[in-house]
């Protein structure tokens, strides 16, 4: 009596992925961060000398090594590598990703000389800008991740979706996201934002540099600290807290407020978080954020009102101060008196919390992820169709 076994090589190396821990990659506006999910921080962190939605390929002045205490044959762009490894080319994955033929051996040798990894043996997860990422670099990430490196499964979110997951302390509040070039406000509840409530507006920390940069100009009699320092103050009035720009960090986080939810304000108010690298870059930009939303509201009147006791209590009742905001007005009580909090400090670096929050996410066997998964089987299914098609 003989017994067959069938064994199928690639359902054994997903089930060995899905014991792993995943491999992390965020790509950010300013930099590309990589590490393994579970881990405190990221192993990689390479920058861009120019901003992700405006560069095709990553070249090798587009992405640099930041620590030097690698060799110098890790240390060099995707161009150096494709040109001395000679890694064979997928017809399919070039043809499918226009522009992108360098990012394929760039990531190999990204596996190969930092992580130190096979990349059929994780899964993989990548943060995306949520809208703003450039045209056709998730379908060529998806197509050169699964066919060309053979990665089991890779699963694609955005920061929203995982910095809850790095704050861990509340199931509520708001966001405030302030990035190279632009400034993202959203509300979250359970662990999902809240659609219609994000605002992005183009007030990111290479704004307040360049406006700096220009008022150090105009006063170059001044020394030179003084005029950054008051270079700094009013453009952080102008561009982050006056509110008749539209433009302006307060507006925006005063529109996110006005869209969300009646019963939800209360609780995301007590829970402000601000997170990016404009943060990191702005000192004590929390607390002044907290004194200039404060100031736009005033005391109206006093009435007493009859409570359920049969007791006379006296109300304060608040209004905004300019009357050409009186769309905010519906506001003035939830701010004054909820009372308003900030989360700081934070237990990780702020312009870390996406990624914090997808190497947590990644270490998690979550039911309801599953289905976001996109396997290599379906790809190399949707890949045979494609060709036969042809």
């Known amino acids: 009596m003989s017994s067959k076994f069938n064994r199928s090589y690639s359902s054994n190396i997903d089930i060995a992925s899905r014991q792993s821990n995943a491999v992390v990659f965020e790509f950010g506006t300013a930099y590309i961060r990589i590490g393994i999910a579970g881990e405190s921080k990221p192993r990689r962190i390479f920058p861009l000398s120019s901003p992700l939605h405006s560069i095709s390929p990553l ?24 040109s001395c490894c000679n890694f064979p080319q997928d017809l399919f994955v070039v043809k499918s990703c226009p522009g992108y033929e360098d990012l394929g051996p760039w990531l190999r040798n990204l596996y190969t000389y930092h992580l130190l990894l096979k990349p059929r043996s994780r899964r993989v997860v990548v943060v995306l800008p949520i809208y703003h990422h450039p045209p056709g670099l998730k379908s060529a990430l998806e197509a050169i991740f699964l ?30 996201d302030i990035g190279k070039e632009e400034g993202r406000i959203v509300c979250f509840f359970n662990g999902n934002m809240c659609e219609n409530t994000l605002q992005i507006v183009p007030i990111g920390y290479q704004v307040v540099v360049k406006q700096i940069r220009r008022d150090c100009c ?56 601000f997170v990016g690298g404009g943060v990191e870059g702005i000192p004590h930009l929390e607390q002044r954020f907290l004194k200039s939303i ?3 509201f005033v005391e109206r009147k006093k009435v007493e009102c009859i409570t359920a006791n049969k007791t006379i209590k006296e109300t304060t009742i ?52 599953n289905q976001k998964w996109i396997h290599r089987s379906q790809s190399v299914l949707l890949e045979s169709k494609t060709k036969s098609i042809i």
Not at 71 to 82: E, F, L, R
């Open 294 to 296: 404060q100031s736009l």
């Open 318 to 369: 608040y209004g905004i101060q300019n009357e050409k905001h009186e769309r905010f007005d519906k506001l003035a009580t939830l701010i004054m008196t909820a009372p308003l909090s900030i989360m700081y400090p934070l237990h990780f670096r702020p312009s870390c919390m996406a990624w914090i929050g997808a190497s947590i996410m990644g270490s998690m066997q979550l039911s309801n992820d």
């Open 147 to 176: 066919t060309q490196l053979q990665v089991p499964s890779i699963l694609f979110t955005h920061p929203f979706e995982t910095i809850p997951y790095a704050i861990g302390e509340t199931n509520a509040g708001i966001i405030v």
């Open 218 to 273: 105009k006063h170059p009699d001044k020394l030179v600290a003084n005029a950054t320092r008051y270079g700094t103050k009013q453009v952080l009035e102008d561009v982050f807290f006056d509110l008749d720009n539209p433009n302006s960090l307060m507006y925006a986080f005063l529109s996110c407020l006005v869209e969300c939810p009646l019963d939800l304000r209360k609780q995301v108010v007590q829970h402000i978080v």
């Open 59 to 82: 070249s090798e002045q587009s992405c640099t090594q930041t620590t030097s205490s690698t060799s110098s044959t890790a240390a060099d762009g995707p161009s150096y590598w494709s």
